[in-house]
């Protein structure tokens, strides 16, 4: 972060604001650890912090340290858009572009307050006063220890910051196991278990959590994968139909594209869900090693996200869909 910029931040911090922190759409353990660590920490200056989240955040995610002060946008459209009104600073975590927050965009967009971008996404966007991005780390979480430090109150870190912090690292993170995972990351991991962080109970809390049904949801996926070893790539798929059949509830999907990668020489997975309400199918990509997903994302889905992990979205039928995304892959390179 730059200096000047650690400065001016510190001089708007230095009195009590009323101040919106903001995620991502479909927000993950990483946005929502993100902006609960920064709602805890800001608390604790008698600031008015509000996390106000475009949708709903997943039910794994619930038992996060403030979760329940989290307002929705797309619940409580008038009130969220009183609060940003109302706002002397908007931070945005964990996202690089304002259309990331959905529908939120066209009311975040007309607010006169400075932003703060926190964000470890690829070609951030310049609509902050104030940008930190770095595509150096594996996770805002890790980038709001950092803010953290560089507001000279790392004093401040406590249990439940430290939990929240902890908890985007790992998630972003698959376990420590990403590139994007430093010497740095397993410090600042230490310190926050020296901060009585539960690091053991907190992956049971995360993945743990299966209901019978979302198992069935997996078991289905893995049936309908799709193996090209000679693109070492594979796929799989979930319509509208295979979802409400296992009584998809949000969340459910979260993790199973990383199955396609598990197998042994397979460096390319995808998948591809239906969402009937949104008329899209949502995708998601991972690679292991140097194919870019977020370049192909970008080029072919309206999406993007890192090198090895990335998203996008697909206005086509399922069947169209899948389609394009096979012909497409005799022109990559894949190793
Ligand atoms: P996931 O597949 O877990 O939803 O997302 C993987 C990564 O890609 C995350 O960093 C996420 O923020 C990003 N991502 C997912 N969907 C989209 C999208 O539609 N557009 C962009 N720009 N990024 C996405
Ligand atoms: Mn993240």
Not at 98 to 119: C, K, S, V, W, Y
Not at 138 to 159: H, P, R, W
Not at 226 to 246: M, P
Request: proline content about 3%.
């Amino acid at each position: 972060m730059k200096t000047e910029d650690i400065q001016a931040i510190k001089a708007l911090l230095a009195t009590p604001k009323k101040i919106a922190i903001i995620p991502h759409r479909g927000p993950d353990g990483d946005a929502m650890g993100s902006t609960l660590a920064l709602y805890h920490f800001l608390k604790k200056f008698n600031h008015e912090p509000t996390v106000i989240a475009p949708n709903e955040f997943p039910n794994f995610l619930a038992w996060l340290p403030g979760s329940e002060t989290l307002k929705i946008f797309e619940n409580e459209t008038s009130l969220c858009t009183e609060i940003l009104k109302e706002s002397d600073l908007i931070f945005t975590l964990d996202f690089n572009a304002l259309h990331r927050t959905g529908e939120m965009e066209h009311t975040l967009a007309q607010m006169n307050a400075p932003f703060i971008m926190i964000d470890h996404h690829q070609k951030p966007d310049d609509y902050a006063a104030y940008t930190y991005s770095d595509t150096s780390f594996g996770s805002t979480c890790e980038m709001i220890y950092n803010f953290i430090v560089f507001m000279d109150q790392k004093f401040a870190l406590d249990k439940t910051i430290a939990t929240c912090i902890y908890t985007g690292i790992l998630t972003d993170s698959g376990s420590f196991r990403f590139p994007g995972t430093t010497g740095n990351t397993h410090r600042i991991i230490a310190e926050l278990i020296d901060l009585g962080v539960e690091n053991t109970q907190i992956p049971i809390l995360l993945f743990d959590n299966n209901s019978f049904s979302r198992l069935q949801l997996l078991g289905r996926a893995l049936q309908n994968m799709k193996v090209f070893r000679n693109y070492k790539t594979s796929y799989t798929t979930l319509t509208q139909t295979e979802l409400d059949a296992f009584d998809y509830e949000k969340g459910d999907t979260e993790g199973i594209v990383n199955y396609g990668l598990s197998m042994k020489g397979i460096h390319f997975t995808a998948i591809f869900i239906e969402n009937k309400d949104e008329k899209i199918i949502k995708i998601s990509f991972r690679s292991q090693g140097s194919f870019d997903v977020n370049e192909f994302a970008r080029m072919h889905f309206n999406g993007g996200g890192h090198q090895n992990a990335a998203g996008g979205k697909s206005t086509l039928s399922m069947e169209d869909t899948i389609t394009k995304f096979e012909a497409l892959l005799s022109n990559l390179n894949i190793q």
